[in-house]
Every structure is written in structure tokens, then in C-alpha cells.
């Protein structure tokens, strides 16, 4: 670092104007990154294939022969080919970047005195940073303010136990750097909280020295792109197997070697699905690209089609199922009387009120001091930033008069014991005149056992816990969350450290009731969820009952007996996995549930044969959405660990977009099925058209080049184009697919055989038929070479569904598709009429009734696969006007 300016007003942070200079001047924090294939390499690569080889050898072994117009056929084959797969790869690829872009990280910064959301990346010398618990420290820092703040180093130091950091002076930072008061970018916040001023950032950062190699984004293939390679090669050597028996027969025919070689080369071009794995990555692609319009942004390509096989979502509450909107709608003194003025605009009258009962301010004072919230005032309004249960309480406490700067000041913070999901409640410590206050705010239970007296009219009196229970239960009975206040003084002879030790003997001050509403479209997708077979548990850290009224509110389906609570659950887990099994095979709602039992939960769920997704935010989920089948972090609320152990991150952490991502998943994999079918059945047909006409004594029936053309014209726009296939509109109306299920289930096997067996037999019956009628044998196969560019773009829209209809088909849902078929046509006619590639391809114009009798041949593929599809449906009971059509949007 050159140059080094005065240290930042501690709380301001740096101007916008001055960040935006010194990230021009510095240049971005991070790394640099492995540079993108450039189209030119990605061409290079399309020619390094087993298949490239084998007609590359045909072009030399032509040539040898003298045999110039083939050998120039096949060399233009090959770059076309080449320049197919290269667009392909390309547009897939940048797709791929995309959505790597979608998911950068952002930090929290303080600049202008403001709490602000920037890329890390644009993150400046100086900045002032806050981290928190599950959070990826995004630059060097020097840490000015720690709380309870503890680092992850293992990246760095290969150090797995949590280090514990302190704060420095900020003027003494730069003096003094010493390692604990110091937090490196790239290791993680596992607990507390705490600010920093950035010294270094992009590679001048600790993680930038050592390793560029971290930063390299590792190139493993999914296992979804390694099964399908193995698939392609199974496929290839079936081919080679075949073609060796085809070669056996021709032997036996005495035909000569050239002539069988160049068949062989033809039909293996022909029949491998050597462009199936890029038509597969842009059917992925395009899929994550609408996931990522309807909210969900996929990590990994292959946890798209996981999400479309989960048969069980475990839900979070707050914020998924519902806006985490909290407001104070009631308050209860422990005298079990009501503040019902509270929550509405009544501020003035309220404030009165307020004046008049020490028990309601000694409350709010004990909902305002142990928050972390912030709130900002412009006119009228009242907005604030952290925690939305600390921002509606400090609206509440402000709107009887308690505001949180004023209080501040009359009660100056001595510690904090911030809020963790697994402790369940806030405790601060203050100065004040008669000594150490306490103040605590949490879940009533915890506090219920935290005090020994309760406040009523200003007398400690002694605690009723029995009837402050009843009070909890009747608002929680309304769907509200409660949270309960306490305070306390601290005896002289308890003096520091403070900590949770001091949390004995407290006042209990009453309870506040917030409302949360639920999200409006999830009873929807709630609905859809069942007509697609996937159940739904709900596991949370509220209290069972305004769990169980939420969930009937979201219109989640579920008796009393499914509601159990983390108690249980530790309970169950004592008698060892099966308990456990037993309790989550009925249970439907989990309460009161620790942020560490949900993994238990999960792998109990997994055991008991679901296929399941689990949405999380907090560093401690991160274990469960690592372990899931599909693990869902939520983009709004959720820290960085959770984001990276999911594979699929929602960014509005609303629950129905799950179910939109499903939804999509589905579509992925249905068209991913359509593009196998559509290649895979077409290539068994012309080995198929082959394998009988050896076996009937008759010719070839069609030459290497034009197996090489007809694989040319019918292919690479058309399986795209089938991998974009708009939704069919009842993916959520069946139940999900088992996800040991095998590409080449019964059903695609017996589509695959009765539409080979339609085009290769119904060839060879033409091709037989032509020639018994005294064609030439060039003129037949010029028919036969038409009949198959039908028949495979027939073929092309029969692909579009598994189960409906050619006709229920919108052509206009996919013109990409049309637009393909018609140019193949096009290119097809076209060739019979150009001069030097008629010669080569040896065709001709034909009339347009020989056209006519070709397409009405073709038409029969058509046929049969309507009959097919209709019996398939007639079988499942899947009607047409049966089938659900859900709208999330
Ligand atoms: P959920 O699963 O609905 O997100 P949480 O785990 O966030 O539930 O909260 C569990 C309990 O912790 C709440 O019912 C509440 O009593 C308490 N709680 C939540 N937020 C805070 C907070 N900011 N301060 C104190 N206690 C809280
Ligand atoms: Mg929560």
C-alpha cells in the first residue's frame, strides 16, 4: 500500500465519492481470475473426439483412393460440425458465467454514516466493514470492535478450532498489526460480531499472497455431466458393437473393404450421440437461467434437477412462509393487563399512557437496550435495518416514547450478549445510577426461568410463572411471536466479566406479541406442493403454537399429534436412529427446535426414503444444507456459509419460489429426456435401417455422405431447440421421479424401439418397394434419403412431449424448433437442386407428389406415436382435462 490516508471517522465510514476514486485508483478486491475460453479454443476442442479421429480417417482414406469430392465432403462436415458444437459450448458456457455473476457476495460496509450493501469486490482501503457470525470476512481487516467475535482461519492456517479476536484502537492499527486484532479476508465469522477497517484488499490480502490457486474455481464436471459421458460412451460402444456385425455381414457378402469401412464411418456419425452432452448443458443452462427469473439461483447445473426430484421441502417460518414483516400488535403486563394502544399511530395518546405506568417503560426500556437494530426516521416514517424482531420492537418502544439514541445515553452500554438463534434470547449490561443494570429479552420460556419476581405496578413481586404461561399461550394461540423482557441489577460482588452467569434473579417485565404476516402466494404454492407429491414439514425456533397457526394459515395439512418440538426430538434421538425415524416419519412441525437438530432431522427424513430440500439461513443450518439432497440458502437473510453449503439459493427467500424452481427443475429434466429420445431414437434407426437391409441381401441404402448430410441437416438446431421446450403445464400434477431412475427407464426404451422400428423398418420396406419396381438404385436412395429428413423432423416434434399430444404443442411456444425443421427442409431441397452438391451427395430434385408420398410415409412415425402416447395415458389414468395447471407467478 503506497499511500496511506488518516484513518476514517470511526463511525462514518468513507464518502461514496472517495470509495468510488480509491477503487478506480487500487482497483477491485479480488482475485484474479482463471480467463474464460475464448471461442477459438472452444473450436480447437470440438476436433479433439474419438469420432473427429474416425472421420478424419475416412477423409485420408478417402483421398487415398482418389476419392476428392468425398474427402472434401467430409472435411466441410467436419467444420461444420465443429462450428455446431462450438456455438453450442459457447452460449452454454456463458450462461454458466451468468449466473456466477448472480451469485458475487456482497458485504456490509459503513459509508457516510450509512449501513450499506456493496459487492465485495468493490470494497476500498479504508472501508469499514461489519462481519457477523456466518459471515466471510471480505477483505484484511484491522478490527476496531469485537463482540464475542471469533474467526475460522483453517483456509489460511490449516487451524480448525475458531480463533478468538479482539479490538484495537483504530489509531494504533497500522503500528501495531498483530494477528489477533486482525481478521483475514476469505476465513469466516463463526460467532459474534464486530467492525473492521480494511488494509488490504484483492491479492495484496493474506489469502491473495498464498493462493491464487484458491481462488481458481475448481473445473470438476457434475455428476450429472459424468453420468451422461458414461451414457455417450455405453451409446458408442453399443454403436461399434453393432457396426462390427454389419461389417461380419457385408464380409460374408463379399463387399469390399472400402465400401464397408466408409459405411461403418457413416452409420458411427450417424448413431453416436457424440452432440448430447452440450444439447444436455444447454438444456441445463437455459433451465437455470429461468430458475433464476423465478428467484432461484442455482450453484451447481446439476442441483436443478435434483430440486425437480425432491419429494419433501423442510421449511423455515419466519421469512419463507412468512414476509417477516413483524409488528407489535400486543402487550401484556404481568399483571396480565393489555397495552392495546401500542402498534397503532395513536403515538401522543400512547405516550401518556406510557407516563403512567412505570411497568410498560421499564418494558420498552428492556426491548430497546439489548437490540441490535437500527431505526432511521424520514417525515413520518419509521424504517429500520437488522434483525426485523429488534426493528419492531424499538418501533414499539419508540412509539410509547422510548427511543433508543435517549436511552442510550441515560444507560451507557457496558457488554452485550447478542441474539443466537440457539440461545433464544438478547442480554445487555449498562451503566446506570444505582449500579450494572441488566437487560434481557428472549423467548418466554428462557426468561420465565431467567426470573424470580415480576414486576406489577413497580413492585417486584414474586413470580407467577403458571399464569404468565397462560398469558404466552393465549397470544401465541393467535399466530404471534412472543418474545419476554426481564432486567436486574448486579450486585457489586459480581462484577466483570459479564456474561450469561449473570442472567439469575431477574424482574420479569411481560410480554410483547408481534405479528408476522404470511407471504400471500404460499398457500398457493403450498397447494401445488401436494398435487406434485411432495410433503412439507415445517421446522422453526417458535414456540409450537404459533408455529401450528402459521402453518394453518399457509394451509399446511397436519393434526395436533404432528406437531412436536425440539424436546422430542432430543428425546426420540436417545433411543438411537430408528426413535428418531419413527417421530419424523408422522411429525409435520418441529418447534422450539435447536438450530443443531436439524441436521438430525434431515438424515432422519433421508432415511426414511425422501428425497429432501432444506431451506436455511443461519451458520448453524449450514451442516443440513450441506447434507440435504437439495440444500436452499436463503440470498436475502442468509449469511455467506449457508449460501455456500446450498446448492440453490432463493433470492427472495420466499417459499413458493421453491416450489417455481421445482417446477423448472422438472422441466429441465423433461427436456433433457426429449433431446436423448429424439437423438438416440433416430440414430438406433438408421442402424436399424442398415442391420435389415444386410440382413435382407439388399444394397446399402445409403451412402456414408449422405448418412453424414442427413445427420448434418437434422441435428444441432433441432436438439437445442428441444432442450428450450417451454413447461408443458402439468409438471406439478405427478409425483416426483425416483432419483435412481435411469435416463433409459422401460418407457423411453419402448418409445426408442417402436420409433426406430417405424422409421428403420417402414426405410426398408420403401427402399425394397422402390427398387422392385424397377428404380435405380441411386434413385432410391435418393427417395429413401428425403423419407428420413422427414422422418427424423417428424420425429423432432414428437420429441416435444413424453405423454401429450403432437397438436397440444403451441408451435409457437418454440420457434427455434420450427424454425429448424423448415431450414433443414430447406437445406435438403435446396442441395437437390446445386450442382456440385447434388453430385457429391448423389441426389436429385424430386417431384413434389414423390414429396407428397414421402411425407405421408413419414406422417405414419406420427401416427404410431400419438397411438403410443394415447395408450400410455389411457394406462396412468393422466387424462388431458385432468391435468392441474398451477400459476406462481
Ligand atoms: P424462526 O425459526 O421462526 O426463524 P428463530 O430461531 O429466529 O425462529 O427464533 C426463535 C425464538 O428466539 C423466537 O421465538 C424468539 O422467542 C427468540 N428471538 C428471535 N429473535 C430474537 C431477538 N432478536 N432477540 C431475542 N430473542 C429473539
Ligand atoms: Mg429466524
Known sequence: MSTVTPPPGRHDGLSQKDAEARLLRFGPNSLPAAPPDNIFRIFMRQFLSPLIYILLAAAIVSLALEDVRDAFFIGVVLILNGMIGTIQEYSAGRAAAALNRLQEPFSTVVREGEIRQVPARDLVLDDLVLVEAGSRVPADIDIIEALDLRCDESLLTGESLPVAKEATDPRERLTDPNPTTRAFAGTMVTRGRGRGIVFATGSSTRMGQIAVEIAKRSSARPPLMVRLDHFSKTIAWAVAGTMALLVVIGLLRSMSLHELFMMSVGLAVAAIPEGLPVAISIALAIGMRRMAKAHVVVR???????????????????????????????????????????????????HEKVANSETLYALLRAAALPNEGRLTFNENDLNGEGDQVDVALLVAAHRGGVTHGEILRSYPVLARIPYEPDKRYAASFHQSDNGVRIFAKGAPETLIAMADRMDVGGRAIAIDRGALLRQKEALTAKG??????????????????????????????????????????????????????????????????????????????????????????????????????????????????????????????????????????????????????????????????????AGIILTDDNFASIVGGIREGRVAYANIRKVIFMVISTGIAEIVLFLLAMLLGLPMPLLPVQLLWLNLVTNGIQDVALAAEKAEGDELSYPPRAPSEPILDPHMIRRVWHSALVMGAGGIAFFWWLIANGSSIDSARNLLLLLFVLFENVQTFNSRSERHSVFRQKLRANPLLVIGVLASQALHIGAMHIPGLSDTLWISPVSPGEWAVALALALTLLLVMECDKWWDRQKTGKLETGDLEIQLD
Not at 329 to 337: A, C, E, M, R, S
Not at 503 to 514: P, T
Not at 612 to 624: E, K, L, Q, S
Request: net charge negative.
Open 300 to 350: 451447481t447445473m446439476p442441483a436443478i434437477e435434483s430440486l425437480g426430484s425432491c419429494t419433501m421441502i423442510a421449511t423455515d417460518k419466519t421469512g419463507t412462509l412468512t414476509k417477516n414483516e413483524l409488528a407489535v400488535t400486543d402487550i401484556v403486563l404481568p399483571d396480565g393487563k393489555q397495552v392495546p394502544t401500542i402498534g397503532s399511530s395513536a403515538i401522543a395518546s400512547t
Open 480 to 645: 404471534l411471536r412472543v418474545l419476554a423482557f426481564a432486567d436486574g441489577v448486579i450486585a457489586a460482588e459480581h462484577a466483570p466479566p459479564y456474561g450469561d452467569h449473570h442472567l439469575v434473579g431477574l424482574v420479569f417485565l411481560g410480554l410483547v406479541g408481534m405479528r408476522d404476516p404470511i407471504r400471500p402466494e404460499v398457500p398457493d404454492a403450498i397447494r401445488a406442493c401436494r398435487s406434485a407429491g411432495i410433503e412439507i414439514v415445517m421446522i422453526t425456533g417458535d414456540d409450537p403454537t404459533t408455529a401450528s397457526v402459521i402453518a394453518t394459515e399457509a394451509g399446511m395439512d397436519f393434526v395436533p399429534d404432528e406437531v412436536v418440538t425440539g424436546q422430542t426430538v432430543r428425546a426420540a434421538c436417545e433411543l438411537g436412529d430408528e426413535g428418531l425415524d419413527t417421530l419424523t416419519r408422522s411429525a409435520r412441525i418441529y418447534a422450539r427446535v435447536e438450530p443443531a437438530q436439524k441436521l438430525a432431522i434431515v438424515r432422519s427424513l433421508a432415511r426414511n426414503g425422501h428425497f429432501v430440500a432444506v431451506t436455511g439461513d443461519g451458520i448453524n443450518d449450514a451442516p443440513a444444507l450441506k447434507h440435504a439432497h437439495v440444500g436452499i440458502a436463503m440470498g436475502r437473510k442468509g449469511t455467506d456459509v449457508a449460501r455456500e453449503s
